[in-house]
Nanobody
């Protein structure tokens, strides 16, 4: 049974930083690409970042490039998203998602999400 559990969200001031984690279980984590996707209030899903199975290739949406860093620890079955220089427009529920294979692309499982609020 695939499980993805996000954590690390919370309230942060503009310009601040936050680190999200996604604990994965129920599959061979090191064999699959992973993604972060977010949903702002009243908006649709927005892709944020991808990482390949080995962690050597990463991809970012233009809106977060240079500010966010995706990484993974395959020994711990954990995906991370380090968010720096946060802006109010980063406010959203952040979801981690499992890819169908080792390279980024389609996703087949999603976590429940963790709320990130950027506000003064």
């Amino acid at each position: 049974q695939v499980q993805l559990v996000e954590s690390g969200g919370g309230l942060v001031q503009p310009g601040g930083s936050l680190r999200l984690s996604c604990a994965a279980s129920g599959f061979t984590f090191s064999s699959y690409a992973m993604s972060w996707v977010r949903q702002a209030p009243g908006k649709g899903l927005e892709w944020v970042s991808d990482i390949n199975s080995g962690g050597g290739s990463t991809y970012y949406a233009d809106s977060v490039k240079g500010r966010f860093t995706i990484s993974r620890d395959n020994a711990k079955n954990t995906l991370y998203l380090k968010m720096n220089s946060l802006k109010p427009e980063d406010t959203a529920v952040y979801y981690c998602a499992k890819g169908l294979g080792p390279l980024p692309g389609e996703r087949d499982y999603w976590g429940q999400g963790t709320q990130v609020t950027v506000s003064s």
